[in-house]
């Protein structure tokens, strides 16, 4: 696993291979974990206080599920796309949404 650290202030940062910040901690004992996704969307994160959070996302990067260490859940149906079709011109389109 290729990851960076960087000090300063008194602070800890470490970041992956794609300069996501994945873990935070500063003097005074706080920290801050997360991990992503193969395509970098946070999927879960924690910190020392005991909160949490999850998420799950489409592929379109669409979060499509959230939950969280309260009790809180969220799920959403990912949004479906315009069907599109092709009419010869305007006129045909017309025609046929009032055949239906």
Do not use: C
Not at 47 to 53: F, I, L
């Amino acid at each position: 696993m290729k990851l960076r650290i960087e000090r300063k202030d008194n602070e800890i940062r470490i970041y992956d291979k794609d300069n996501n910040e994945i873990y935070y901690e500063n003097s005074e004992v706080f920290w801050l974990k997360s991990k992503r996704d193969k395509d970098g969307n946070e999927i879960f994160w924690e910190n020392s206080n005991g909160y949490w959070e999850k998420r799950k996302f489409d592929k379109e990067h669409n979060e499509i599920y959230y939950e969280d260490s309260t009790g809180e859940k969220q799920e959403r149906k990912p949004e479906t796309k315009p069907e599109y079709k092709n009419y010869e011109n305007l006129d045909e389109a017309i025609k046929e949404a009032r055949e239906k």
